[in-house]
Nanobody, 121 residues
Framework: QVQLVESGGGLVRAGDSLRLTCAAS????????MAWFRQAPGKEREFVAA???????TYADSVYDRFIISRDNAKNTVSLQMNSLKPEDTAVYYC???????????????WGQGTQVTVSS
């Protein structure tokens, strides 16, 4: 099991950038696939990006050319660099851990508490 804590959210204008960070407390952090999901008001939780234990990654089509996920196993962190933010990116962003790379929420065992990202137009 891994405990996850997200940080870095905030209120920004369209076109701005934010960097979210997820800090993990687990000896076996390097064995987990890590992902970011988001949930906007009135909507279901949505996949954003994921990175495997070996560094391979996958992105939702809506963020592929704007967001970058990365991990630092030495620091037990995973980050999401968000560029060219749009109002539709507004959501609570959650960090999650799984045994393998996946785009599906049910495949993730451990979740952080979330951090709010609000993008104004």
């Amino acid at each position: 099991q891994v405990q996850l804590v997200e940080s870095g959210g905030g209120l920004v204008r369209a076109g701005d950038s934010l960097r979210l960070t997820c800090a993990a407390s687990a000896r076996a952090f390097s064995t987990y696939a890590m992902a970011w999901f988001r949930q906007a008001p009135g909507k279901e939780r949505e996949f954003v990006a994921a990175v495997s234990r070996s560094g391979g990654n996958t992105y939702a089509d809506s963020v592929y050319d704007r967001f970058i996920i990365s991990r630092d196993n030495a620091k037990n962190t995973v980050s999401l660099q968000m560029n060219s933010l749009k109002p539709e990116d507004t959501a609570v962003y959650y960090c999650a851990a799984a045994a393998f790379l996946s785009r599906r929420s049910p495949d993730y065992r451990d979740w952080g508490q979330g951090t709010q990202v609000t993008v104004s137009s």
